[in-house]
T-cell receptor, first 115, second 110 residues
């Protein structure tokens, strides 16, 4: 079974530019999550999709961040325009659980550096 | 007060010893509790989860949960150098999302 795949693994952009991160969840996983880890801080929740619907986007920092999951398969997270404080590692995770413990499988992350 | 608190460490133990990692949480409505291990530059990987009070054992790992004290711990027996990593405590709330602690860095010395 393929795991959660994220692309790119590392992106370096200048302030004001746009970056799009992609996540391919495990096939059949309806739940897809985006998390972010900023240097020295804990991993923070950004948003949660159930299939193609946004279930919870309470963690999105501001309207420069846009997440989509067209067709309920892969997801993209766009940052436009990027700011210095957006630097960090963006993790995607997916799960199948509809009940019981929600076991998330994480991707390797996309490291974003904004200069 | 942080929602999920862990001792940031670093924690060093000699090879073969027991490593004890602790975590407290603030939301009494939390449902399930997870321990993830993260090697530097890698993705968090699940070690185990627990949702009932008491102990749960899986090989060299034992998770302990005390909901009354809002406390969860992870014991690693017979620690190996390959156990050296950052250990993340995560708590699942009613919204089905996980809230993470800042992690405890563990070093097992050969």
């Amino acid at each position: 079974e393929a795991g959660v795949t994220q692309f790119p693994s590392h992106s370096v952009i200048e302030k004001g530019q746009t970056v799009t991160l992609r996540c391919d969840p495990i096939s059949g996983h309806d739940n897809l999550y985006w998390y972010r880890r900023v240097m020295g801080k804990e991993i923070k929740f950004l948003l949660h999709f159930v299939k193609e619907s946004k279930q919870d986007e309470s963690g999105m920092p501001n309207n420069r961040f846009l997440a989509e999951r067209t067709g309920g398969t892969y997801s993209t997270l766009k940052v436009q325009p990027a700011e210095l404080e957006d630097s960090g590692v963006y993790f995607c995770a997916s799960s199948q659980a509809r009940s019981g413990a929600n076991v998330l499988t994480f991707g390797a992350g996309s490291r974003l550096t904004v200069l | 007060q942080k929602e999920v608190e862990q001792n940031s460490g670093p924690l060093s133990v000699p090879e073969g010893a027991i490593a004890s990692l602790n975590c407290t949480y603030s939301d009494r409505g939390s449902q399930s509790f997870f321990w993830y291990r993260q090697y530097s530059g890698k993705s968090p990987e699940l070690i185990m989860f627990i949702y009932s009070n008491g102990d749960k054992e899986d090989g060299r790992f034992t998770a302990q949960l005390n909901k009354a004290s809002q406390y969860v711990s992870l014991l690693i027996r017979d620690s190996q150098p390959s156990d050296s990593a950052t250990y993340l405590c995560a708590v699942e709330g009613s919204a089905r999302q996980l809230t993470f602690g800042s992690g405890t860095q563990l070093t097992v010395l050969p």
